[in-house]
């Protein structure tokens, strides 16, 4: 086999072992992809819409680092009636279209060689393709983590990768903008209305995430004008139209506060076994619950904001204009995330001339062949969905965000 040939089946096997990584995106995205169009009518793969993570895979034989995503409108008009004139009362079919960008990624790793191998005894070149693959699955979660919450929040544990907002390279490593959840969006627990009572009360130390949220989140979503369409992930669902279901992800901090508030907690993790038994899909392994059709998981690098910590907010006006609340004295906020389908977009373009690969993985000795450097490529950007509705309102298209003042 050529060189070329065989780099290129190296590179296409560690796409293949990143996409098995249980990262979050991956496991959000259905089990199928589906032809659409591309701007440009030219064609691309995509996840189908049911799924919270729309992933697009194939950019990577055009040229251009943007792709777009078009909805159409339904019909609300009223209807013409008996022998009226017919003639002007069309309706027009309207569209929205949502833009996003992709970038080129590279992460690179180095060990000393010689005397340092002879003290491990076993061969450090191997170390970096595991490490790489592990790195590249970490930072997907964090980026997908942040644009569905539409904040990065303030911890900044040591196992985090991606910076605080306030770094210098933060936006470029996002590719795409953060944006706060839409008013319509963005839910909050017990009785607070805002995080700085600009809007109904103040978030305080006693608004923590109890079983009387969910039902009125439920009841929000299921009153809301254009809300965010149900999940399926793939033909393992036998009711996605029967019985809908919503995912959701909330921290560690949130799940204590929930299972503390509620002496049902075990019926409800036995909704999540009953509800999501025959699925064959990798989300529905491990601790969950479920509630009002909602399905809660873990997730475990937590959206926070701290007493004092500046928190973005979207104006109740129809553009999303976006302002700063802070989070009073003595409480600490965790935010939560509900996703139906079509919530987050990825996409992935080509490191290799006429699209043969994804990812472009390769390695040289340097210094006098003393160190051995490693390095992966990749050409990628996620993105929150959003779209203008047919009043011309915006709106996050399949994510829903909730704060909570958690116990500490």
Request: with cysteine; aromatic share 8%; glycine share 8%.
């Amino acid at each position: 086999m050529p060189s070329d040939s065989r780099q290129i089946l190296a590179d296409r096997i560690i796409f293949g072992e990143c996409q098995k990584q249980h990262s979050l995106p991956n496991l959000l995205t259905a089990d199928a992809p589906s032809m659409i169009h591309k701007k440009g009518d030219l064609g691309k793969k995509q996840t189908p819409p049911s799924a919270p993570v729309v992933q697009i895979n194939d950019l990577s034989k055009t040229h251009g680092n943007q792709v777009s995503v078009t909805i159409i409108h339904d019909l609300v008009e009223k209807p013409s009636m008996g022998l009226k004139k017919r003639d002007g009362y069309e309706e027009d079919i309207s569209e929205a279209t949502f833009e996003m960008k992709i970038d080129q990624y590279h992460k690179a790793t180095k060990v000393p060689l010689m005397i340092e191998q002879q003290k491990v005894g076993f061969n450090r070149k191997k170390l970096g393709r595991p490490l790489l693959a592990a790195y590249h699955g970490n930072l997907t979660d964090e980026l997908a983590l942040t644009h569905l919450a539409g904040s990065r929040g303030t911890d900044n544990a040591s196992d985090r990768i991606l910076p605080l907002a306030s770094d210098v390279d933060f936006n470029t490593i996002m590719v795409n903008p953060v944006t706060p959840p839409t008013f319509d969006r963005m839910f909050y627990c017990g009785d607070a209305g805002s995080i700085d009572g600009s809007t109904g009360s103040a978030i305080d130390a006693a608004d923590v995430f109890t079983a009387a949220d969910t039902r009125r989140f439920k009841q929000q979503l299921e009153l809301m004008s254009n809300p965010p369409q149900p999940v399926s992930l793939g033909a393992s669902d036998k009711s996605p139209g029967t019985d809908p279901m919503y995912v959701a992800f909330i921290t560690p901090k949130m799940w204590t506060d929930y299972e503390a508030s509620s002496s049902d907690f075990q019926t409800y993790i036995s909704n999540a076994i009953k509800r999501t038994t025959g699925f064959n899909h990798p989300l529905f392994k491990g601790e969950m619950f479920m509630k009002d059709n909602i399905l809660f998981k873990r997730y475990l690098k937590p959206v926070s904001f701290n007493a004092g910590d500046t928190v973005q907010v979207s104006n109740d006006d129809d553009s999303a204009s976006v302002s700063g609340q802070v989070v009073p004295g003595g409480v600490t906020v965790n935010r939560g995330i509900i996703l139906g389908g079509q919530a987050l977009a990825m996409a992935y373009g080509s490191v290799l001339p006429g699209g043969m690969g994804n990812f472009k993985m390769d390695g040289e000795l340097f210094d006098q062949k003393a160190w051995w450097r490693q390095w992966m490529d990749w050409i990628g950007g996620l993105a929150k969905i959003r779209f203008k509705n047919n009043a011309g309102r915006m709106n996050d298209y399949g994510v829903c965000c909730f704060d909570a003042a958690v116990s500490t």
